[in-house]
């Protein structure tokens, strides 16, 4: 599961609600991390838009939260927007507020994505499924530093509209062996080359189950990103 809000919205669709937030990462002298608001915007787009394709929905509106200052909003837009466009949705409307009363010693950013989709339930787990991680989870500094290792929207996006692909799920700060368990509802026993227990931050990775047959093409697709995730005591 993700953490999407899915709401009847018509007969036969559904509204999908994704949102996300960082602090103390900025600009400001008393940020931990230290980077640009563009770069903030970007990857906190990156998260909720992740979320919101794992959800096969439609994205259709950005809120944005500024809690840093006016003068950071058009930093922060300009990252939106820029992973919008890599991700195929440069014409998505933004709107949002900006605390201007009262001044911050951190930065903070929350972003929301409204989205929709064809009605459509949970998908039911038959147990046969093979699992891979797509990227590496990384936080923090090590984010900027590992951009090489970490997977696009667009990748996400392409294993969501492929046939054989089962199900998609970011990976964030609970890191992947809680979001596996959380997810498919198994305590099962995991292995892979990847930390399976530190936070994967803006979802620097993230979760595929597919059909064994379609192992070829899963791999294909994400190359070096690719790394399975062995699952037994199902």
Not at 46 to 51: A, H, P
Not at 140 to 160: A, F, R
Not at 221 to 228: I, Q
């Amino acid at each position: 599961m993700t953490n999407a809000v899915i709401l009847p919205f018509e007969a036969n669709r559904e509204l999908v609600i994704t949102t996300d937030n960082s602090g103390a990462i900025g600009e400001k002298e008393a940020d931990i991390v230290k980077t640009s608001n563009q770069i903030v915007g970007k990857f906190a787009c990156r998260v909720v838009l992740m979320e919101c394709l794992a959800e096969y929905a439609e994205p259709i509106a950005v809120i944005m939260q500024n809690f840093t200052e006016h003068t950071a909003w058009q930093d922060y837009e300009l990252g939106v927007r820029e992973e919008l466009a890599e991700a195929g949705f440069a014409e998505l409307p933004i709107t949002g507020s900006t605390e201007s009363n009262f001044p911050t010693l951190q930065s903070g950013l929350g972003l929301t994505v409204i989205g929709k989709r064809e009605k459509r339930g949970r998908y039911q787990w038959s147990g046969e499924e093979s699992f891979a991680v797509i990227g590496t989870p990384y936080v923090g500094k090590d984010v900027l530093e590992h951009k090489e290792h970490i997977p696009s929207v667009s990748l996400l996006k392409k294993y969501v509209q492929t046939t054989g692909i089962k199900a998609v799920i970011p990976v964030g700060s609970k890191g992947i062996a809680k979001t596996f368990r959380q997810w498919t509802g198994r305590d099962a026993e995991l292995e892979s080359t990847m930390d399976l227990q530190t936070s994967a931050g803006p979802a620097t990775c993230f979760i595929i189950a597919y059909s064994q047959e379609n192992t070829m093409e899963a791999e294909q697709f994400a190359g070096s990103l690719f790394h399975p995730l062995i699952v037994s005591n199902r």
